[in-house]
């Protein structure tokens, strides 16, 4: 299983158009991309800062999901949405 935390901060003014775009892409992803066992978005404490946290079964899921035509469609609208790319945490657990 593959777990990360994706950190995506936002231009100001911006949030609502970014929050409709990762709506769709949650619908999208939770319909679409096999593999995807776990996909939601916060909007975190900090301001303009938003938070995902995906759980996958596998590598070759998480990558699938990232070459998704709603991605691929998507992907330009997000980018004016952000002044930067996103950050990724992949998580270990602990046994």
């Known amino acids: ?11 100001p003014g911006m949030e ?3 929050e409709e775009l990762v709506r769709e892409i949650t ?3 939770l319909a679409k991309d ?3 066992l776990r996909y939601e978005w916060y909007r ?3 301001p303009q800062t938003y938070i995902l946290i995906e759980r996958w079964t596998d590598r070759a899921a998480a ?6 035509e709603h991605m691929a469609r998507l992907k330009p ?4 949405c952000v002044p930067e790319s996103f950050s990724v945490t992949r998580l270990v ?3």
Do not use: P
């Open 1 to 11: 299983m593959i777990d990360v935390i994706v950190t995506q901060r936002v231009h």
């Open 16 to 18: 609502r158009a970014f």
């Open 27 to 29: 619908a999208n992803t």
């Open 34 to 36: 096999k593999g995807c």
């Open 44 to 46: 975190a404490e900090a």
């Open 63 to 68: 990558q699938a999901h990232l070459a998704a």
């Open 77 to 80: 609208k997000i980018q004016e």
């Open 93 to 95: 657990q602990l046994n």
